[in-house]
């Protein structure tokens, strides 16, 4: 059931409020988001109960963009985009090794004395190494990650890597198998137990899978037991991972997340705009050949309608991201205010009608 958390009044939002003095240099647009959002006598964020996290809001703070993943910010804009998540009633911060200055930032943000209603995850890519390596691998990581971010634990830690059949074999990249990938039996032999361990250990609160990889092999771990307490599912109007999808069996996000809320896992969504796909214009240099400039340009008809609503694409893809079924909570990778502000606005105009996700859906790009 989707709750209500408290959100601040105008006064409490100085860092959507404020033009900030680096990186961007102003956010007006921030700023008559904001404004708007208040001017609408809400100070409330939905949430929704995130497995055994509880009830969270219905966004969550990435830690791609405010690691310069998702494009150039700067330290101080990142800072800022931090703390007016939480002025905003964001209760999730995600984050991962992998995502830049993340982790550090955060540690930067908070000084180690975070809110206490705040929650973190963080992630590790830990492959397929030799068995033995998993557990005291996974064990440093969180250690790290807890150093870096200034936290005693973590209240959720994801499997970073993708999960596949131990004979399985890419249909791209799969010479970085090993790299990118765990295979089934460490994930059952090792990941598993390691992860168990470190909630006895007080480390973490609960462990969860990114499911962007073998859709058959995510769907077997949302059944194996123990089962991951989240799961992290691709959720956007086009059901693409873009250039995260390396195997050749069809994509399956939506099944990925009805299965998992079905069967009592967290869901939280993510890539709502497709890596910028979905989006006016990409904000960072891509190869010519990749899949996320393939699916920007085959979203053309969806900037259209935007155009025709009058809105910004990015707006209407995390509203629709917003309106799926089965997502708990939808991972931000906003990188600055301006974004975020628009996050915040999509989020309290609340869901889109069903004629209004069939007139997304008939453009066919699913």
């Known amino acids: 059931m989707v709750g209500v958390s408290p959100c601040p009044s105008t006064a409490r939002f100085p860092h959507l409020a404020k033009g900030h003095q680096t990186g961007c240099s102003k956010t007006p647009q921030g700023t008559s988001a904001m404004l708007a959002f208040v001017k609408q006598g809400r100070e ?27 494009g150039e910010t700067s330290r101080d804009e990142a800072i800022d985009t931090l703390h007016a998540a939480v002025e905003a009633g964001i209760t999730v911060i995600d984050s991962a090794p992998m995502y830049g200055a993340c982790e550090d930032n955060i540690g930067l943000a908070f000084e180690g004395r975070p809110p206490e209603h705040l929650k973190f995850t963080t992630k590790c890519a830990i492959g397929s190494p030799e068995a033995a390596k998993i557990g005291p691998g996974l064990a440093a990581s969180v250690e790290a990650s807890l150093k870096a971010m200034r936290l005693e634990r973590v209240d959720l830690f994801f499997l970073h890597s993708n999960i596949h059949a131990d ?57 194996h037991t123990p089962r ?107 990188k600055n205010r301006t974004e975020l502000a628009m996050c915040v606005a999509a989020e309290a105009d609340g869901p889109y009608s069903a004629d209004e996700m069939a007139e997304i859906d008939g453009l066919g790009l699913r």
């Open 167 to 223: 004979d399985f074999v890419y249909a791209h990249g799969n010479d970085r198998r090993d790299q990118m990938g765990t295979s089934w039996s460490l994930y059952v032999n090792e990941v598993i137990p390691a992860f168990e361990q470190l909630k006895a250990q007080g480390k973490i609160g609960a462990w969860g899978i990114t499911g962007i990889g073998v859709p058959t092999d995510v769907l077997r771990a949302i059944g």
């Open 44 to 70: 409330t964020m939905r949430t929704a109960k995130l497995g055994p996290l509880g009830d969270v809001s219905r966004l969550t703070l990435g830690g791609g963009g405010i690691g310069q993943i998702w």
């Open 228 to 334: 991951p307490d989240a799961v992290q599912a691709i959720a956007n109007l086009m059901d693409s991972a873009g250039a995260l999808r390396r195997y050749a069996e069809p994509e399956r996000a939506r099944e990925i997340a009805a299965t998992a809320k079905a069967a009592g896992c967290g869901v939280m969504g993510i890539r709502a705009v497709q890596a910028g796909a979905l989006t006016l214009a990409v904000d960072r240099e891509l190869r010519p050949n990749s899949p996320d400039n393939a699916d920007y340009a085959r979203a053309a008809p969806f900037r259209a309608l935007c155009a025709r609503w009058g809105r910004d694409p990015a707006y209407v893809a995390h509203r629709y991201a917003l309106t799926m079924p089965n997502i708990d909570t939808l991972v931000l990778g906003v």
